[in-house]
């Protein structure tokens, strides 16, 4: 369910970025701000299961801001 979730999430990023560049870093933003939160207190385990945890996290960290710059870039190679 979760993984759906950042799945949408990322698709409507890469849709927003397309149609209003600008105001699509925003929403990137409140998404990073999310992953990045579950991502601190999921490290704060002890050990390697810290960094087992908190990986999800920035994984979908990473594909967010992917998303958002393809759409961007898509747009700027735009002819309009």
Known sequence: MVIGGVIAFCILLLVLAFLLPR?????ERGG???AGTGARGASKAPGKLGEWLAKPFRT?????SKSAATGRRGRSKMPF
Do not use: F, N, T
């Open 23 to 27: 105001l699509s870093r925003y929403p």
């Open 32 to 34: 990073e701000k999310v």
């Open 60 to 64: 979908s960290s990473r594909a967010m």
